[in-house]
């Protein structure tokens, strides 16, 4: 896949896991682990990323002794995730158009 491509789509994958409620780095890789792979250096990577786009802003609170960053989408990672699911729409439309071929010759 093109790392380009993918890098935008695990961007989405980590604001949809943090669009509903705060979360923090071990349970966002939870809650992603059934869709995807993610180790902790390239969820820390995204995150940070997404921080400096201000699509989501950090916390930090103690928890168990421990202090702990919890992630929150902002208004910016909502279009972007808007923005996403209209595109997503376009690149389905390409992959139709691109398989259409191999449709035909299974028939």
């Not at 949809?16 to 993610?38: H, M, R």
């Not at 180790?39 to 400096?52: F, V």
Request: glycine share 6%.
């Amino acid at each position: 896949m093109d790392a380009q491509l993918k890098r935008g789509l695990l961007d989405v994958c980590v604001l949809t896991a943090i669009k509903d409620d705060e979360s923090y780095g071990y349970k966002i890789i939870k809650d992603l682990k059934p869709y995807i792979s993610l180790s902790e250096s390239t969820l820390y990577t995204i995150l940070k990323r997404l921080e400096t786009g201000s699509m989501l802003t950090v916390r930090t609170a103690e928890h168990n002794g421990r202090l702990r960053k919890y992630y929150r989408i902002t208004d910016t990672g909502r279009e972007r995730l808007e923005d996403f699911k209209r595109e997503w729409r376009e690149v389905v439309s390409i992959y139709r158009f691109i398989t259409k071929e191999d449709e035909n010759d299974e028939g």
